[in-house]
């Protein structure tokens, strides 16, 4: 028995990690974030799955045997194969979970137009991933994708009301509208954007939906853990939460509570590829 994993590329996770400790508080947890080698976003998805793959397994020889990933862009580019490639090779019960899924199968409940606008870094949106999986579900919506390549390094410097931020906020609402007038309902389809809700939400018509995932994905594993019983009993429920960066921890810990809502203590994971 162990605690659950949470991993994400550096912080944005947190976002997601505080709704599941807010649904989920009996557990133990163990985050991970990869700063040393964040952003993810621009890499090829040869690169984001190693990676990915490596800080897993870290997180499996800390007897995690459930691990989600709290990334738009590793659940997009590694989510796949490590549950196809790596997981059987498993000699335990080992299951890793993603951010896409919980989040595309119920979006057919928040739009009426069945037009719906997906806001992501740009490796999310070369993916595909998001109108790929809500197909699968929701045959009759359309999707309509924006890349926003600033949002990201402008949430991690701490720009989260300037003037700058909300030209490229605008601009990039702006640009996403255009692609059909008929969008009721956008997904933030990066965890570092719900820091920008407010700013996001002042750009957007009053009727048009605005989603945040980490509501979505705290539902989707209280759910996903009553199914399964086998992978329920194997996660210890003490409580407690342990924070490890790739990178310096002092570094991480002075921004990770902007991300997790409160301060954080972190410790250093240095024994992963460079």
């Not at 944005?12 to 989920?24: A, D, Q, W």
């Not at 985050?31 to 997180?59: H, I, M, Q, W």
């Not at 919980?102 to 999310?124: K, M, N, Q």
């Not at 019983?229 to 407690?240: A, D, I, M, N, R």
Request: with cysteine; glycine share 8%.
């Amino acid at each position: 028995m162990g605690p659950i994993g949470i991993f994400d590329s550096g912080y944005g996770g947190l976002t997601v990690f505080r709704e599941i400790m807010r649904k989920l508080p009996q557990y133990d947890y163990v985050y991970l974030g990869d700063n040393a080698r964040v952003p993810y976003g621009t890499r090829s998805f040869d690169t984001v799955y190693a990676y990915t793959k490596e800080c897993v397994e870290k997180l499996f020889a800390m007897d995690c045997h459930l691990v989600v990933l709290a990334c738009n862009t590793a659940s997009a580019k590694a989510l796949r194969t490590i549950q196809q490639r790596d997981l059987p090779k498993q000699a335990e019960l080992r299951k890793v979970l993603g951010v896409i899924r919980p989040t595309t199968e119920v979006i057919g409940h928040y739009t009426e137009t069945r037009h719906v606008g997906i806001l992501a870094t740009p490796g999310t949106v070369k993916s595909m991933s998001y109108p790929i999986e809500i197909r699968k579900f929701y045959p009759d919506i359309s999707v309509f994708q924006q890349a926003c390549p600033l949002w990201v390094p402008l949430v991690e410097n701490g720009e989260l009301d300037t003037p700058g931020t909300a030209y490229f906020v605008e601009r990039e609402v702006n640009r996403l509208l255009q692609q059909s007038p008929r969008i009721d309902t956008v997904v933030l389809a990066c965890t570092h954007y719900p820091l920008l809700y407010p700013l996001i939400r002042q750009f957007l018509p009053e009727h048009i939906g605005l989603l945040s995932q980490g509501e979505l994905v705290a539902a989707s594993l209280a759910d996903y853990l009553e199914r399964h019983p086998e992978v329920q009993k194997l996660c210890t429920t003490g409580g407690s939460t342990r924070f490890y960066t790739t990178d310096n921890a002092a570094g991480f810990e002075e921004r990770a509570g902007i991300f997790y809502g409160q301060p954080i203590q972190a410790g250093e994971v240095t024994a992963l590829l460079t």
